[in-house]
């Protein structure tokens, strides 16, 4: 069964209320992973909202070769990839690409030297490179599946087997029902388990049973977000199931399939494989028809643990899906700069869904965090050119921080500012980088007693603009909070005027009840302007009007 081509999405609505959507743009999307650095260069048609792919670029650097002292990154892995991406950026800018999107997985995110990596990368390359966690990586799998596939309204189930992670998801048309990461990859198992070649009957026995045993735990709960009696389509991509397929194809005195999207695979032709792949040295897998020195290298522990996940789920069949990861990077930033709407609109929304849903999950009063962030994002708007010059995205950054800066509460009232740091930062916030998580995170954290101060760890590990961003933005909701100091809505509306020549800022309040002083507020605005002061050098001055209420 063939599906739907892979060089181009299905039509969707363009917002007709993005200005620039009709704008023509070549992007890169470039996937820092634990076995390879993979590009694919697009060109987007907003008209549309389609992408096809102009390009492609792969590098095995095997990242995942840690130094096993101390687990960090090695030297040598590092140069690979850093010279991989090199070539990726050198490729891209040959074809002028508008916009160079670069996101980093599962092996730089659990090194503990996985931020001086992405340094090393933005200082030697320029590319800035977002982490992001397994939750992400997984959704964004999905939005890239989705692109290359028509789901017809029945529920997917995604594999992706990469070198140090597996994603499995439950997904339908509109969205991922359930969305998990789990620390078995074809790299870091062969690393871990492979010690002869071929490998031997024990280590085989060990190597299967820790497959099964890590993915016992995200199959049964996906378990659980079935419908009784749905029909269930199995879905696999990454470079483990493509060589897989091509061998099967091969072996049958078949050419390759072409393309390889819509191929599909039976559980017996896996496990026959997967048999036979245990039985041969390098040497010998290298020799296959259709397989790669290095693929040769782990081809074993990645059909491992396709077959233990089949096994479990029970399932005959798997549809190979060529599009992924960078693919989804594609769909994101679509969805970002508002190409996409109707048939992706759920997903394009999932940023402020998981925002509210960590809200809900951490009983914030939802009506007092909305004050607050309307009031944050009022003075925002209103010192946007004067006071700071940052943009949409840091907007939606304030917002967030607003939402969920008194989220620490539930664990406890005393030093509640920095539970909160610690819930958002260890939140399922879809949509969100971790590199944003920890922006969102520190900007709440700071939303109250002390500044940001250079003994703070976390505050320190973000670069020079980036604590910027921190002391600006949490600046600004020290006096978004203080607006609602009895979370009560006491004050129902504001205006902010700098006076540059004087450097003072005059807040104009206007009570929800004009019989009410809002003393408490003026007194917190008083108490607490002083942090806002110092960062933007200005006299905060704040008077109270009194309410025109409307007939």
């Known amino acids: 069964m063939m599906l739907d081509s892979h060089n181009a999405l299905n039509p969707i609505a363009v917002s007709p209320t993005n200005p620039n959507s009709l704008d023509p743009c070549v992007l890169a999307a470039i996937d820092i992973g634990t076995n390879s650095v993979h590009m694919v260069i697009v060109r987007i048609d907003p008209v549309l909202a389609a992408f096809t792919i102009i390009a492609r670029e792969k590098d095995t650097v095997r990242l995942g070769e840690r130094d096993p002292k101390t687990g960090n990154l090695s030297q040598p892995a590092m140069e690979r990839a850093i010279a991989a991406l090199k070539r990726c950026k050198d490729l891209a800018t040959s074809i002028n690409v508008d916009h160079i999107i670069a996101v980093a997985t599962s092996a730089t995110r659990e090194a503990s030297n996985g931020y001086e990596f992405l340094n090393r990368i933005e200082a030697e390359v320029g590319l800035q490179v977002d982490l992001i966690s397994g939750q992400e990586e997984a959704r964004r799998i999905y939005l890239g599946v989705l692109s290359g596939m028509d789901f017809r309204n029945q529920p997917h189930i995604i594999i992706d087997i990469g070198g140090g992670s597996t994603e499995i998801i439950l997904a339908d048309s509109q969205e991922p029902r359930f969305l998990s990461s789990t620390k078995i990859g074809a790299v870091r198992l062969t690393r871990d388990f492979i ?164 809200a809900h999950k951490y009983q914030a009063d939802l009506g007092y965090s909305e004050r607050v962030a309307q009031f944050a994002l009022i003075l925002f708007d209103q010192l946007q050119g004067t006071l700071h010059h940052w943009g949409k995205i840091e907007r939606e950054w304030l917002w967030a921080a607003a939402i969920l800066h008194n989220c620490g509460v539930y664990i406890s009232h005393s030093s509640h500012h920095k539970h909160s740091y610690y819930l958002i930062r260890n939140a399922e916030l879809l949509g969100f980088t971790e590199i944003e998580l920890e922006l969102i995170a520190n900007i709440a954290r700071y939303h109250r007693r002390s500044k940001p101060k250079k003994r703070h760890e976390y505050y320190m590990k973000l670069s020079e603009v980036n604590r910027l961003i921190v002391r600006q933005l949490s600046a600004i909701l020290r006096i978004a909070v203080a607006l609602d100091r009895r979370q009560i809505g006491a004050i129902r509306d504001f205006d902010c005027k700098y006076d540059p020549e004087y450097k003072k800022l005059h807040l104009h309040l206007v009570p929800a009840q004009s019989e009410d002083d809002c003393a408490l507020e003026l007194w917190n605005l008083d108490y607490k302007k002083g942090i806002f002061e110092e960062e933007f050098g200005v006299k905060l001055v704040s008077t109270l009007s009194v309410a025109v209420h409307s007939s």
């Not at 389509?233 to 091509?246: D, H, K, N, Q, Y």
Request: glycine content about 6%; some cysteine.
């Open 195 to 358: 010690r002869t070649d071929p490998i031997s009957p024990t280590e085989f026995v060990a190597l299967r049973a820790y497959a099964k045993g890590m993915l016992e735990r995200p199959i049964d709960e996906l378990r659980h977000y079935l419908k009784p009696k749905e029909n269930i389509i199995l879905v696999g991509t990454s470079g483990t199931i493509e060589t897989l397929a091509i061998l099967n194809a091969l072996s049958q005195q078949r050419e390759i399939p072409n393309p390889l999207h819509g191929y599909q695979l039976t559980r017996k032709e896996i496990r026959d494989w997967v048999k036979r792949l245990s039985s041969l040295n390098y040497e010998q897998r290298f020799a296959l028809p259709g397989m790669s020195d290095k693929r040769a290298e782990i081809i074993l522990a990645g059909a491992v643990i396709l077959l233990e996940a089949m096994n479990m789920l029970n399932l005959e069949t798997i549809t190979i899906c060529e599009r992924a990861l960078r693919e989804g990077v594609i769909v994101d930033w679509m969805l970002t700069h508002g190409l996409i709407e109707s048939r992706l609109r759920f997903q394009g929304e999932i940023r402020q869904r998981s925002v509210l849903k960590i």
